[in-house]
């Protein structure tokens, strides 16, 4: 975690600590943070950038009482921001935009439901913001769906994540498979009704998925709930942030992708424990195919009832989240299976990074390359489990010496 005093402490000891650097975490997440009108001056010049949709960030709470075993959040203590804050951000917004627009920010938007909306509700008058946020679909029931829709909530983005783990999140308890497939259809074509906007998110590759049924179920579900955008996660571990990375690290799973390409989407850097991955290229290309073709494009276009949402799914669709993204799969699916030392290195067999990450980053970051130093973009993917290892030799050790 980092809070103000972890900030002041790197600001203020600029030593090198070579080779290795020296790791700081404070104890929590931070009890507050700076709200929009301190932080205004920051906001205007970034709002400033953005073309046509300006979204201001907004944080009402921080962790999650949902333990979802890849998630960062699954071990932070769920705790709320301070609401007067939150009011006095929201009053302040209508002073310089006629309508303004809000991005919630919270891991899980709505845990304290009446609370939130009791916030929004005193400090400003019904539907003056539009606002979006992430939210489980367990909280997005008929009657909080009214109110939402009654403050100007415009865009809700809830977290699916698999078909057979995770019922307590989506409402839908032991259900699997079509089971669940059904009812999260309802349920997503229920919010459509009220929100104009919905993205359902997926992670793919867990655990839990074997063979092409989670994939078709997915599919199903696009044609089943037409207006909702698809968004796409691989799975990936991010050091020691979820509990679930230690197991993932003790079975050997964990490739060195540098953190350049940890955005979900342009590396997965855990072998996949039920596919082998050309079979999960495959059929993620397949997911991605259908999601994405003219006709499912098409249908959510019509399926979308208000102007942006319907123009928002269709850029999303043919741009870099959707053709992009698919073009970027077939390529790396093909190298699989082309490049011995790209598919080696996808095996663990290797920890060369292949030429075709190098020349990404060497594109990203253009003339910054050359000042990256030469080991920036290699880390050791094991270091959670080393140091639990050594943390438990220590504490057999310490414990050894007291019998002794």
Known sequence: FTDKQIILDVLQDRSPYRPYGQYLSAGQQPTNLPGVRERWKFIEQTLKKAPLIKIVPMIGSMGCPYTCSFCIDSTVS????????????????????KRPRVGWHDPNFGIRFDDYMNVIEEAVPPD???????????????????????????AILPGIESWYEMGN?????????????????????????????????????LDSDEGPAPFELTKKFIDMTPAAFPAYSLLSAFGQAAPLNLEYQRGERVLPFPFHFLNNNHAMNLKPRNYSWPEFYDHVIDVTTHSFSWRSVANRFHATTTKIPKWMNFVRAISSEGFGRLKFYRKV??????????????????????????????????????????????????????????REEKARFSKAQVVA
């Open 128 to 154: 003056s913001i539009d606002f979006i946020a992430e939210s489980s679909l367990s909280i997005l029931t008929e009657p909080h769906l009214e109110r939402l829709k009654r403050n100007g909530f415009k």
């Open 333 to 390: 699916r093909r190298l699989l299976e082309e490049d011995r030392a790209f598919r080696d290195y996808f095996e663990g067999e290797t920890t060369e990074l292949p030429q075709f990450y190098h020349n990404l980053i060497k594109r990203d970051l253009r003339e910054l390359w050359e000042w990256l130093p030469k080991r920036a973009i290699h880390h050791n993917p094991y270091a959670y489990f080393n140091a639990e290892q050594e």
């Open 169 to 205: 999140k989506s409402k839908t308890g032991s259900k699997q498979g079509e089971e669940k497939l059904q009812k999260v259809s309802d349920h997503v074509n229920m919010i459509l009704r009220y929100l104009p906007y919905v993205q359902t998110n997926f992670v793919l590759g």
């Open 78 to 97: 769920y705790q709320p921001m301070e609401f007067d804050v939150i009011k006095e951000d929201l009053r302040f917004l209508l002073t310089k935009y």
